[in-house]
T-cell receptor, first 115, second 112 residues
Framework: GAVVSQHPSRVICKSGTSVKIECRSL??????MFWYRQFPKQSLMLMAT?????????EQGVEKDKFLINHASLTLSTLTVTSAHPEDSSFYIC???????????FGSGTQLSVL | GENVEQHPSTLSVQEGDSAVIKCTYS??????FPWYKQELGKGPQLIID?????GEKKDQRIAVTLNKTAKHFSLHITETQPEDSAVYFC???????????FGRGTSLIVHP
């Protein structure tokens, strides 16, 4: 399967700081990238969908000014959690799909802990 | 929108036994059904998928069956091993959407 690299795998930060998470598709061009949030023992919650070169589409209830998504190229998308607070602590996962393939390949996830 | 129900939420088996996880979906337009395995602290990994024009697909110890009429699909794991222990998610994708709707997951525990 395709390889999706996500960094960092774990980050601990103080409340009020911003955290950037990177997601790269290493061996294919990702037309669409998805960002998910996952709480312990729960399913994946879609936060937003991003297409290269256009603004991300956010799911209802997800603050676009809080979770900034940039999809600047066909191989890179970033999620920035701005002014993080303890309630933002969660496992964040990106996934990618190609132009004609509905298969989704996931990154390894980022565990964010806000103190 | 699509709604995917997944059962059971927890499944405990002895090594060597078979495990079956079942999912139902609501949207008849869904035509692609992937299954993901998620180990603790990692992202989900695609393990097998099936399209609506196929009734069954097998890959070594893993198989998936699809009943379009009843709108349900199942994951079958034979000869389970301790390394099969993980959370498994089913998903349904509606044609043209490319956005999967996930089930709530099944925690599979394989006892040695």
């Amino acid at each position: 399967g395709a390889v999706v690299s996500q960094h960092p795998s774990r980050v601990i930060c103080k409340s009020g700081t911003s955290v950037k998470i990177e997601c790269r598709s290493l061996d294919f061009q990702a037309t669409t990238m998805f960002w998910y949030r996952q709480f312990p023992k729960q399913s994946l919650m879609l936060m937003a969908t991003s297409n290269e070169g256009s603004k991300a589409t956010y799911e209802q209830g997800v603050e676009k000014d809080k979770f900034l998504i940039n999809h600047a190229s066909l191989t890179l998308s970033t999620l920035t959690v701005t002014s993080a607070h303890p309630e933002d602590s969660s496992f964040y996962i990106c996934s990618c799909s190609g132009a004609t393939n509905e298969k989704l390949f996931f990154g390894s996830g980022t565990q964010l802990s806000v103190l | 929108g699509e709604n995917v129900e997944q059962h059971p939420s927890t499944l405990s088996v002895q090594e060597g036994d078979s495990a079956v996880i079942k999912c139902t979906y609501s949207d008849s337009a869904s035509n692609y059904f992937p299954w993901y395995k998620q180990e603790l602290g990692k992202g989900p990994q695609l393990i097998i998928d099936i399209r609506s024009n196929v009734g069954e697909k097998k890959d070594q110890r893993i198989a998936v069956t699809l009943n379009k009429t009843a709108k349900h699909f199942s994951l079958h794991i034979t000869e389970t091993q301790p390394e099969d222990s993980a959370v498994y998610f089913c998903a349904a994708v509606s044609g043209g959407s490319y956005i999967p709707t996930f089930g709530r997951g099944t925690s599979l525990i394989v006892h040695p």
